[in-house]
């Protein structure tokens, strides 16, 4: 039964990886693709770095097995925050 269930889920996640490919296909076709706002990822990357942390934190202090579980958090925050400060020059006023 579980083995159907995973077989099931992979293949909605790759009928939706090629309908989402697709689409960006078309879209960079026509010339109808945006760049992206990088003041977003930059607003995005503080706010998940202190969720992160604070996350890791409390997990930490409880003893929880849940300590991994902010690691990707912070460093999705890093990662965007980086984005963001490296392309400040393209940031969109919103």
Do not use: H, Q
């Not at 939706?16 to 607003?43: C, D, H, Q, S, T």
């Not at 998940?48 to 579980?69: H, K």
């Not at 990707?72 to 919103?94: A, V």
Request: proline content about 4%; glycine content about 10%; overall charge positive.
């Amino acid at each position: 039964m579980t083995v159907w269930l995973l077989i099931s889920a992979m293949g909605i996640l790759v009928a939706l990886g090629l309908l989402v490919a697709l689409v960006v296909w078309r879209k960079r076709k026509a010339g109808m693709v945006e760049e992206p706002n990088y003041r977003a990822f930059f607003i995005m990357g503080i706010a998940f770095i202190p969720v992160g942390f604070i996350w890791m934190t409390i997990a930490f202090s409880i003893n929880a097995s849940l300590f991994p579980t902010g690691l990707p958090l912070l460093s999705l925050g890093i990662i965007y925050l980086s984005i963001g400060l490296g392309n400040r020059d393209k940031w969109k006023k919103s």
